[in-house]
């Protein structure tokens, strides 16, 4: 059968390609829907700053006027000034189990990407590191977190056959979290916090926290500078970054380390998992799906990490150790049993030496691919 595309152009079509997953994963326990609202933020040109950098163009598949699959190209001004690329990204791609589908969205995408003149392809990504990155090619029997995204196994299996190739993959880990924290962990954190000056905050409100933000996403820019893929966060994305996501936050799960001139030379952010109340949310806020919301932000089971910085003069002095002890002694007493990180760029070993302090394992897998197209 015949697979009709259709290039999104009005509200009406963003809000079709938005709510699309919905109906393909129905059923599957491990999917975690976003928020609708914020999908459709984040693909409106008029109201994410991203695009003040970027450009987009949606489609969407149609079979006998049933919809089957859609993706987003992404063409990043901002990525290819800063790696000397013509490179289009692709995310948001959805299909169901056809290979049909697969192919004339991506090339759909590709079309559009050598109209504008790049010569190669990669994604999953988003506009920036805030949006999800990496298709799951291990541990698809688990919840992911809210900051990723969840596919079926068909998925990797499509672009291999369309002709992507691995560009780089990510790791994602799964610690236990202790009842008590070793005595000597704590008297070397004690150690490295007077010999280094430093001290880490406990902020006692998140608007006390919130004032530390756009230091934060400075040493964030800083800190990424050199990861795959990353690009500078502006400051109306800082803000609009902000907003998104203060609502989550808990000053008890979220540290900043600060040098006697109080500049922040470190920073992590972990919080309550919401994966399960976004399931029950199904993607909505109204009309009870604040109520689900609610009652995730004071579950005490898992806690997510999902962002870490340590400014580059500082790094070595142990200011990773006394963040991840300063975060799991609250976590601890708040009831906490499980910690999921976020994605860690598979050659960043220095980032996952920081889990040999819990009891861990690797638990999933996700993968950037990448194509010629010119």
């Known amino acids: 059968m015949n697979v009709d595309i259709q290039t999104v152009e009005s509200k009406k079509q963003l809000k079709q390609f938005v709510k699309m997953p919905l109906r393909f994963f129905a059923d599957n326990p491990y999917w975690v829907p976003p928020l609708l609202m914020d999908e459709l933020e984040t693909l409106d040109s008029r109201r994410n700053p991203a695009f003040e950098r970027a450009e987009s163009r949606m489609f969407m598949a149609f079979r006998n006027h049933q919809p089957v699959g859609r993706i987003a190209a992404i063409l990043s001004h901002a990525a290819n000034e800063k790696y000397a690329t013509r490179n289009l990204r692709f995310g948001w791609f959805d299909v169901i189990d056809d290979y049909a589908v697969a192919e004339a969205l991506l090339a759909a995408a590709e079309s559009w990407g050598r109209e ?16 999800a990155e990496g298709m799951l090619i291990e541990g698809f029997d688990l919840v992911p977190t809210i900051a990723q995204i969840y596919n079926p196994p068909f998925y990797p299996r499509f672009l291999e056959r369309y002709g992507f190739e691995k560009e780089i993959d990510y790791l994602e880990f799964r610690a236990k979290i202790p009842t008590e924290l070793p005595e000597r962990l704590l008297n070397l954190a004690e150690r490295l916090k ?9 902020c006692k ?12 996403f400075e040493l964030l820019d800083e800190t990424f500078a ?6 500078p966060t502006t400051k109306k994305q800082t803000d609009y970054y902000t907003k998104k996501y203060a609502m989550f936050l808990d000053p008890r799960l979220c540290k900043v380390v600060v040098n ?3 500049e922040v030379v470190g920073f992590m952010i ?13 993607g909505r806020v109204l009309p009870f799906g604040w109520f689900h919301l609610l009652r995730g932000l004071r579950q005490r089971k898992v806690l997510d990490f999902y962002l870490a910085g340590v400014k580059q003069k500082y790094r070595g002095l142990g200011v990773d150790l006394m963040m991840v002890l300063a975060v799991a002694q609250n976590a601890m007493k708040m009831g906490f049993e499980i910690a999921e990180s976020n994605v860690e760029l598979e050659t960043n070993t220095k980032i996952h030496a920081q889990w040999k302090f ?9 993968r950037i691919f990448r194509k010629r197209i010119a």
């Open 116 to 131: 504008r003149g790049m010569t190669t392809i990669t994604g999953p990504q988003g506009f920036s590191d805030m949006d």
């Open 260 to 262: 006697p001139e109080n």
């Open 270 to 282: 972990s919080m309550p998992s919401m994966s399960a109340a976004f399931q029950k949310a199904r």
């Open 358 to 366: 819990f009891e861990h394992y690797q638990a999933r897998r996700r």
């Open 205 to 216: 409100s998140k608007r006390r926290l919130l004032e530390y933000a756009h230091p934060i």
């Open 226 to 231: 050199e990861i795959y893929g990353s690009v």
């Open 194 to 202: 007077q010999r280094s000056n430093l001290s880490v905050l406990e």
